[in-house]
T-cell receptor, first 112, second 119 residues
Framework: LAKTTQPISMDSYEGQEVNITCSHN???????ITWYQQFPSQGPRFIIQ???TKVTNEVASLFIPADRKSSTLSLPRVSLSDTAVYYC?????????????FGRGTSLIVHP | DTEVTQTPKHLVMGMTNKKSLKCEQH?????MYWYKQKAKKPPELMFV???????INESVPSRFSPECPNSSLLNLHLHALQPEDSALYLC??????????????????FGNGTRLTVT
């Protein structure tokens, strides 16, 4: 089963770059890696998704090595509003389907 | 604002009550999901509907009864709940259900949830 492992928490300061790594040793060949951000009492919000190498959008970058056993979410120049829980998500195979399964999440606190 | 709308935002119910949670999306997505999230824990999948049919039930107790009246609506009927069922209930949708060999991008769109308190 593809499961994910992330650090439970991280601290950073405004203006710094933050890198959060997720391990997914048993990821399926055709599965994507997706990262979500969640604020208290809100639903998770899509940040970025990738299959291999590097993906970049207006808010983040995602680095995926060739073996795809891990991925790193990079948040450039964080601000206080980036304080949130960050989840990586892969599919867990079950009876021909994939169950979108969240890891434990990384609680990021950005300090002034 | 999200593209997935959940009502009500908050719900308090007694253990003998019957209530329903509602979810609506108009993105043309064919898969819809119910997740349960306890405080400081990740969302846990409860049910998946694909093309209006129940596809996955993650061994959820029968006091939770899902319903998908049409491709845009998803309900969760609640009856005889326990205090430990208090949680944030999240609805999500995606273009299609995650499947082996399906390379469609698998992006979940979440609502902001219903905060349920069982007294």
């Amino acid at each position: 089963l593809a499961k994910t492992t992330q650090p439970i928490s991280m601290d950073s300061y405004e203006g710094q770059e933050v890198n959060i790594t997720c391990s997914h040793n048993n990821i399926a060949t055709n599965d994507y890696i997706t990262w979500y951000q969640q604020f208290p009492s809100q639903g998770p919000r899509f940040i970025i998704q990738g299959y291999k190498t590097k993906v970049t959008n207006e808010v983040a970058s995602l680095f995926i090595p060739a073996d795809r056993k891990s991925s790193t979410l990079s948040l450039p120049r964080v601000s206080l509003s980036d304080t949130a829980v960050y989840y990586c998500l892969v599919g867990v195979a079950s009876g021909g389907s994939y169950i979108p399964t969240f890891g434990r999440g990384t609680s990021l606190i950005v300090h002034p | 604002d999200t593209e997935v709308t959940q009502t009500p935002k908050h719900l308090v119910m007694g253990m003998t009550n019957k209530k329903s949670l509602k979810c609506e999306q108009h993105m043309g997505h064919r898969a819809m999901y119910w997740y349960k999230q306890k405080a400081k824990k990740p969302p846990e999948l409860m049910f998946v509907y694909s093309y209006e049919k129940l596809s996955i039930n993650e061994s959820v107790p029968s006091r939770f009864s899902p319903e998908c009246p049409n491709s845009s609506l998803l309900n969760l009927h609640l009856h005889a709940l326990q205090p430990e069922d208090s949680a944030l209930y999240l609805c999500a949708s995606s273009q299609d259900q995650f499947r082996s060999g399906n390379t469609l991008t698998r992006t979940l769109h979440f609502g902001n949830g219903t905060r349920l308190t069982v007294t």
